[in-house]
């Protein structure tokens, strides 16, 4: 079965510091990760995706990703943060010939002027 | 915009009743997946199809049912409704549905109140 941790449930930082949300995973098989973000009372907006290649996954919005095989993590970053990035953010992973979508339980991040 | 929409937007309804959410996926997708979110089981998969063929199945109760149709749009059908029925209901739509790899892109959603 996958599975997917998200070990924070708030990230709280000023604005123009570095963000970072956390991601483990757990799946059979090479990971298919993805990132999403959810602002109050809309569906969820794809961020940026891993498949293969190069461990850093650049996407949306200056937001950038890290996949860590050995520690299977997925951390979502932004070197800077803005007022307007304070959301509802989701990782999610498939893996192998699974086409179910496993989300975490997501992190609300508020970033403060 | 994501491309995909959502019919109706919200619905309150009794309980014991049955509902019908519609869903049409972006253009040129051929997948379609339904979800639910609510605060204590958070963003559940229920169900996928794939060019008019169920493809995937999730947590979905037997009382939900789901189709999607020759022009590709689904339509999620509750019945029997209970309290704990309540919640955000989304359609997500991508172009494969055979390839894990394609991202998803969601509707807006459908909020479901069930009194």
């Known amino acids: 079965a996958q599975s997917v941790a998200q070990p924070e449930d708030q990230v709280n930082v000023a604005e123009g510091n570095p963000l970072t949300v956390k991601c483990t995973y757990s799946v059979s098989g090479n990971p298919y990760l993805f990132w999403y973000v959810q602002y109050p009372n809309r569906g969820l907006q794809f961020l940026l995706k891993y498949i293969t290649g190069d461990n850093l996954v650049k996407g949306s919005y200056g937001f950038e990703a890290e996949f860590n095989k050995s520690q299977t993590s997925f951390h979502l970053k932004k070197p800077s943060a803005l007022v307007s990035d304070s959301a509802l953010y989701f990782c999610?992973?498939?893996?192998?010939?699974?086409?179910?979508?496993?989300f975490g339980a997501g992190t609300t991040v508020t970033v403060r002027a | 915009d994501s491309g995909v929409t959502q019919t109706p937007k919200h619905l309150i309804t009794a309980t014991g009743q049955r509902v019908t959410l519609r869903c049409s996926p972006r253009s040129g997708d051929l997948s379609v997946y339904w979800y639910q979110q609510s605060l204590d089981q958070g963003l559940q998969f229920l169900i996928q199809y794939y060019n008019g063929e169920e493809r995937a199945k999730g947590n979905i109760l037997e009382r939900f049912s789901a189709q999607q149709f020759p022009d590709l749009h689904s339509e999620l059908n509750l019945s029997s409704l209970e309290l704990g029925d309540s919640a955000l209901y989304f359609c997500?739509?991508?172009?494969?549905?055979?390839?894990?790899?394609?991202?998803?892109?969601f509707g807006p959603g459908t909020r479901l109140t069930v009194t």
């Open positions: 999610a992973v498939r893996g192998g010939d699974d086409y179910k979508l496993s």
């Open positions: 997500a739509s991508s172009v494969g549905g055979g390839d894990s790899s394609y991202e998803q892109y």
